[in-house]
């Protein structure tokens, strides 16, 4: 929106006043909003970052600051470090309670990057990947009683009969990190399908214990619909118990021909997901050309793709499927948090609640592929009041974000050649 600072003390107030705006469908109101954040007060002009036209030409967001909020401004002195270069497209960083890092490469290795910048080797007992296209050794994430157990998760584009699929393994890293033990595959999404694109997968426990896993398509117009069913794994976000089983409360369980690891149905290409501090579970999606979209999911609500978007198709026109053309807002469906249009490609989130940035505390960072930058939403009662855009000037694929346990933010760059960041106190 281009107006000046406007908040709604409740989204059906939002929504009374928003042209074409349909409630979705059973959402809980928000808490009333708090105005201001401080870093945008409501005395000064709202602008947005985004200047450039729409590709949904018409299209209308369905509440007040769902799209193009007001830019601010970080009042947070940072500095980048580059801790090391030389990674082979790294697809995820975790940091490890030690102050090294684990980092994934999309080719099938993992590795453990000292605090220093030390590249080891390959860890052994990784299982083999198709890293063609999008597919590869994808994200990986601590058990949740990591100092305890050691034990490791990750997800790959695993090769199969017929194809491939995104497949979620779990491993004991050694003592002294140069390998895994009691390698086993847990989850194996299906249907297995044969390209190389739109994978997923995003790994992050919630704070019931719950591995959640972010799925994408497949992107063809043939698995597009699947997004919408019930049989299948695509499009989905899941959740698992740490030994792969589905948990007896997920929403589809005991349902006839319904896959029980189901958590959210209608999504694209979920590549970013994060925790909030109250265990919210956010997660941020690919769109096509103009739909990128932030969401808040929740248990079993269905989040449109690709019969509710926003944006165009990438070749132009209508987004459209099997199950007809999509509509920006659709009942049923739930409307994104925020969308951007045009895209930033979201790869990688990380609400920050370190003690480094005191300024930072709350944001969602994301980073940007294609928008080559990462970019920090100030969130308030699960809506978004404020967009800045770091790193800007550096204009590197940002692959993944992450906070470290000294509070510094790590990133990793998304290239054959590639950087581990560091973005820590100005010193
Ligand atoms: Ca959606």
Redesign the pocket.
Known sequence: MRDPIILFATPALACALAAGCAPSNGAPEAAPAAVGSGEAAASQPCTPLETRPPNGTGQQPAFAGQTRTCGVRSNAAFEVQVVARGLAKPWAVEPLPNGSLLVTEKGGQLRVVSAAGQIGPPIAGVPPVDSRGQGGLLDVALSPRFANDRTIFWSFTEPREGGNGTSVARGVLSADGTRLDQVRVILRTRPTYANNMHYGSRLAFGTDGMLYVTMGERSDRTTRPQSQQRDSHLGKTLRIRPDGTAPPDNPLVGQAGALPEIWSL?HRNIQAAAMDPRGGFWIVEHGTRGGD?L?RVEKGRN???PI??YGIEYRGGTISSALGEAQTQRSGTEQ?VYYWDPVIAPSGAQFYTGSAFPAWRGSLFVGGLASKRLVRLVIENNRVTGEEHLLVDRDKRIRDVRQGPDGALYLVTDEENAELLRIAPRR
């Open positions: 209608g979209e969401n989040y449109g793709w509710a978007a994104p």
